[in-house]
């Protein structure tokens, strides 16, 4: 497959930490790309640098769209070249890149993402948060918007069909009209990815999608990402603790440890590789490997402990006349 | 609640107004000895009895259905229709009983009203910044001293008459906004606060200090407007023509609060109008999702920074022109009116009013306006009253008069 996303050597440091050293990945179009790794690996400062929250301090990151490629980390934070400090042009881009940070440069190239802790306009409605969304489709000249022409009217009705079009898909057209803030947290979850979705995006980025959601809702989740992968043209990049969904849903499965990428394969591969193992477990090897280091935790096999001899219970009794038995779910 | 209860309920309030005001206004000292007047309790109880009757009843008629509508629109509850606040022939009898104000309103109170009026659009651009974009701005002053002081210098030095004034002064205090915006992109809540407030300072103590520009303290005389090129004054300056001597009509002091007054009311409309449409535009909504959550608006395409300026600049324009027509109102200008005083003012109006809402702005500045000339008469409690009334009404609505509307759609299936 051909990749979407190249990045190649995206380092990174907060004043002497380095939080990413040289990582080096490739997204497939239309896959489901997984990073995962244990806490503090650096899995958001890759997304922060890629959206470009963050200016990395080297690295390339290029896109690849049907127009030509498109290098992220430069159109996000221009540089200067020697030649560039006679060029007026490139010295104002430069100061208004300095000023604005850039970051709806890569939602224009096609890049959309989520946040780790949800981040919804909470006092809007579901509708108007997915509105802003569309900021850039949208007709955005100031007397068109006052004296209502048809051009402005014809794209505020196209961008709420798309919306609501989206609303549907993920079942939530009954909570058009709400506020965000007050919706319950997995459906607030999802209304943030639609509201990435709303911003027509080739690559949708998901910092930890399904997080304090239950298993349920997970495998909703779940299916609906292969449902964008499939039917809607989509590539996804996310970043996951929950194993079960990675190694489910994803293609391909990119792990980091320490601000490097330690491992990178397809889910199969990964659950035995023994550096991934190491990194979250803390052992080189499933079972009982010889271990090299004399800090390692000494792991028993299940399967050599004795057997625990089931606690004997008191029998369950229900009395008829206390409980409510009709009023129990099932 | 049944009549048994209301009763009941009534009777209760009553008995308690009794119990008080039986020591405090049953007793009364007479030269040295006590005499027991019962009628004044008795009458006081009464009185809070029926009261209370009296306001349970009407609650109780407004859950009745055709009074359920008008109890609807007085919630401040968000409500879930796409209906206008008020329908089209409402907005028509307001504006024409706006208008017919200066044939029956004395001079005084006409000036009063300009000057609520002026509160109105300045509290309409304000909301913008404050209330729409979340970017608290307490220098608010300073884009009103801007186009008053425009106005003042442009006529002395340029020559600028009041209606080339206010597009003039419109862009020189949106330059000012932008200006202003410049080095506080990156700042939130308090310190986006206080840099305001000096900026508001700054703006103040330079008119106050340049005095061979401006005049300092003393400051400097701003023309009435004309109209269609005749002007509005007893004698005209050279080379023009008074209103009264062309039209051949006796001359009338009060011309000119009356078409400053019109013009202001006709500016207000159309602004009233132009703000309710930005609110529900692409920019009015990047305005409310900057101020709830900025990084959220980044990671959608939103260029948070022309956004923000774009807040600061046409809330500025706005102020502008609230200078200039201060200034055309006044007659003259000079540093003292605008002091922080003035900027807490326009914000009590819009926090008042409710923040994002436009009709509660315009209700609160005339409120407050009209409160502050009726409380004239207890000089020296003025404030105090008027602070006690403000901690009022935040406890009881606080999110002011009227709270903003957000906007529903009506979404069916067959859309």
Redesign the interface.
């Known amino acids: 497959m051909t990749p979407l996303l190249t990045v190649r050597d995206l380092s990174m440091h907060f004043g002497g930490v380095a939080a990413l050293q040289g990582v080096t990945f490739t997204v497939a179009r239309g896959a489901i790309t997984a990073i995962i790794g244990p806490n503090g690996a650096g899995k958001t400062t890759v997304f922060n640098c890629l959206?470009g929250?963050y200016a990395a301090a080297a690295g390339v990151v290029r896109l690849q769209r049907e127009e030509g490629e498109i290098d992220l980390m430069r159109a996000v934070h221009p540089t200067l070249q020697p030649r560039d400090y006679l060029n007026p042009r490139a010295l104002a881009r430069q100061a208004y890149g300095w000023?604005?940070?850039g970051?709806?440069k890569?939602?224009?190239a096609g890049v959309?993402?989520t946040?780790q802790n949800v981040?919804?306009?909470?006092?809007?409605?579901v509708?108007?948060?997915l509105?802003?969304?569309q900021?850039?489709l949208?007709?955005?000249r100031?007397w068109a918007?006052?004296l209502?022409t048809r051009e402005y009217l014809a794209a505020e009705a196209a961008a709420?069909?798309r919306a609501?079009a989206w609303l549907e898909l993920f079942g939530m057209?009954e909570d058009?009209?709400r506020?965000a803030g007050e919706l319950p947290y997995g459906q607030q979850r999802r209304l943030e990815i639609i509201?990435?979705l709303c911003?027509d995006p080739v690559l949708l980025c998901l910092d930890e999608p399904a997080a304090g959601l239950n298993p349920r809702e997970t495998q909703a989740l779940s299916r609906m990402i292969l449902r964008l992968r499939d039917h809607h043209d989509l590539t996804i990049l996310l970043i996951e603790h929950d194993m079960n969904l990675v190694m489910n849903i994803s293609d391909h499965v990119v792990v980091l440890d320490h601000g490097e990428v330690i491992a990178s394969g397809t889910p199969a591969a990964m659950q035995g590789h023994p550096a991934v193992l190491e990194a979250y477990l803390g052992v080189a090897e499933p079972v009982d490997g010889a271990s090299g280091g004399g800090l390692r935790e000494e792991v028993v096999p299940v399967s050599s402990l004795p057997p625990v001899p089931p606690k004997p219970r008191p029998p369950l009794i229900i009395d008829p006349s206390v409980a409510d038995i009709e009023a129990c779910p099932p | 609640m049944s009549i048994a209860a209301s009763l009941k309920h009534a009777a209760r309030w009553g008995g308690l107004t009794l119990l008080l005001s039986l020591p405090l206004s049953g007793w009364m000292l007479n030269g040295y000895q006590v005499t027991t007047t019962w009628h004044r309790p008795l009458w006081l109880a009464g009185g809070v009895f029926v009261g209370t009757l009296l306001a349970m009843a009407l609650a109780r008629l407004l859950e009745m259905p055709p009074l359920r509508k008008l109890r609807w629109r007085m919630q401040t509850k968000i409500t879930v229709t796409r209906r206008p606040a008020l329908p089209a022939w409402e907005w028509g009898v307001l504006l024409t009983i706006a208008a017919t104000l200066p044939l029956w309103l004395s001079t005084y109170w006409l000036n009063v009203m300009i000057l609520a009026l002026i509160y109105a659009v300045l509290g309409l651009g304000l909301n913008i910044v404050v209330g729409l974009a979340g970017l608290l701005d307490l220098g608010y002053v300073a884009f009103y001293a801007v186009g008053a002081y425009g106005y003042a210098l442009g006529s002395q030095y340029l020559g600028l008459g009041f209606w080339t004034a206010l597009p003039f002064c419109a862009l020189l205090a949106a330059t000012f906004g932008t200006v202003l915006g410049f080095p506080v992109l990156r700042m939130r809540g308090d310190y986006l606060a206080i840099v305001t407030l000096g900026f508001g300072e700054i703006i103040r103590l330079l008119l106050n200090n340049g005095t061979e520009i401006t005049g300092g303290p003393n400051g400097l005389p701003a023309p009435a407007p004309t109209l269609f090129g005749l002007e509005l004054t007893r004698v005209a300056g050279q080379g023009g023509t008074p209103w009264h001597t062309f039209f051949n009509v006796t001359y009338n002091p009060n011309l000119r609060a009356v078409v400053i007054y019109m013009v202001l009311l006709a500016f207000l409309a159309l602004l009233f109008f132009c703000v309710g449409r930005l609110q529900r535009m692409p920019i009015g909504r990047a305005w409310e999702a900057l101020r709830e959550d900025e990084i959220a608006c980044r990671s959608l395409g939103i260029n948070h920074v022309t956004v923000k300026l774009s807040a600061f600049a046409m809330g500025a324009a706005i102020g502008g022109i609230g200078g200039v027509f201060f200034a055309a109102a006044q007659g003259f200008v000079n540093p003292t009116s605008f002091t922080f005083f003035e900027s807490a003012l326009i914000l009590a109006v819009v926090v008042l009013g409710g923040l994002g809402s436009s009709g509660g702005v315009v209700v609160a500045a005339l409120v407050i306006n009209i409160l502050h000339e009726l409380l004239r008469e207890f000089s020296d409690y003025r404030v105090l009253v008027f602070g006690m009334a403000m901690v009022v009404m935040m406890i009881w609505r606080p999110r002011g008069l009227l709270s903003m509307r957000r906007q529903f759609f009506a979404v069916g299936k067959n859309l």
């Open positions: 959206t929250f000023m604005t940070g970051t709806h890569v939602v224009r959309a993402r946040f981040r919804l306009f909470r006092d809007m409605t509708l108007e948060n509105l802003v969304a900021h850039r949208v007709e955005r100031l918007g006052i209502r709420l069909d609501v057209f058009a009209n506020l509201r990435a911003t």
